[in-house]
């Protein structure tokens, strides 16, 4: 249960952080045109991510939500997504950095967060409710296996006393 409790409260409030991240900006769909790739070394997994023009504005973007690999050196990322490759993105103009440029995979984050919160809220209870059940059921098996020993053991030490 603790389990459950922990990795649930986690995924729930990293999916409502990036809802509220998200939800007032507006925002609109465009294209994202790479003109070079990044790679970058890391011990946890490289950093992958481009530059490239957005509405005629420079821009950066992460690549990992894009890539349905972790490519393992520069040239490979390259091979994946050459210059001038067009990236369909949601742009969030008024927020800054990396997060103003989504990858354009389904609803907009925002959306998209709600529902894996929601998700992982409903997933989290349901977990709990049927861990709280099998506890239960273990606790009464328990209690059905070993019977209350008490008067019997009562009854032979007194048996025993009247021998002497």
């Given at each position: 249960m603790f389990c459950i409790l922990l990795?649930?409260?986690?995924?729930f409030i990293n999916s409502w952080n990036r809802w509220h991240q998200y939800q007032a900006h507006p925002y609109q769909r465009t294209d994202f045109v790479v003109t070079k790739v990044y790679y970058q070394a890391h011990r946890g997994g490289p950093d992958v991510y481009a530059s490239g023009t957005v509405e005629g504005n420079k821009e950066w973007m992460s690549l990992r939500p894009y890539l349905n690999y972790v490519p393992r050196s520069h040239e490979e990322?390259?091979?994946g997504v050459a210059p001038?490759?067009?990236?369909?993105?949601?742009?969030?103009?008024?927020?800054k950095g990396r997060t103003r440029i989504q990858v354009l995979s389904g609803p907009p984050p925002a959306e998209a967060s709600r529902r894996a919160a929601m998700s992982t809220l409903n997933s989290s209870l349901i977990g709990?409710?049927?861990?709280?059940?099998v506890i239960f059921l273990l606790v009464l098996l328990r209690r059905s296996c070993y019977a209350d020993s008490g008067p019997a053991f009562q009854q032979a030490n007194t048996g025993q006393g009247s021998l002497n």
């Open positions: 990795f649930g409260l986690v995924s990322l390259e091979a001038g490759t067009v990236i369909p993105v949601y742009f969030f103009p008024d927020m709990l409710g049927v861990a709280a059940g």
